[in-house]
Nanobody, 111 residues
Framework: QVQLVESGGGLVQARGSLRLSCAASGSTFSRNTMAWDRQAPGKQREWVAL???????TYADSVKGRFTISRDNAKSTVYLQMSGLKPEDTAVYYC?????WGQGTQVTVSS
């Protein structure tokens, strides 16, 4: 059973940057499509970005051009590099495989 642990969240000023990490346990990481979602206070969870096992990436329109998803299969880790952050990016960010979810990491962007 894959387990996912996110890290790297925090408080950042608008237009700043953060890099989130999601470390996976288990031997199947390299074969998994990985994704990031987020949930802002009082809002529904929103898909953010996805990366397939072959490295194909896709993004929500709201983050396209500002966020970059990547993976390091040797480290069983997926990353979300966030730049040009806006207050509306404030949310708990979750990585997942579609079936398995991490516990989330809080990102707060101050104006």
């Amino acid at each position: 059973q894959v387990q996912l642990v996110e890290s790297g969240g925090g408080l950042v000023q608008a237009r700043g940057s953060l890099r989130l990490s999601c470390a996976a346990s288990g031997s199947t990481f390299s074969r998994n499509t990985m994704a990031w979602d987020r949930q802002a206070p009082g809002k529904q969870r929103e898909w953010v970005a996805l990366i397939t096992s072959s490295g194909f990436t896709t993004y929500a329109d709201s983050v396209k051009g500002r966020f970059t998803i990547s993976r390091d299969n040797a480290k069983s880790t997926v990353y979300l590099q966030m730049s040009g952050l806006k207050p509306e990016d404030t949310a708990v960010y979750y990585c997942h495989t579609g079936l398995v979810w991490g516990q989330g990491t809080q990102v707060t962007v101050s104006s």
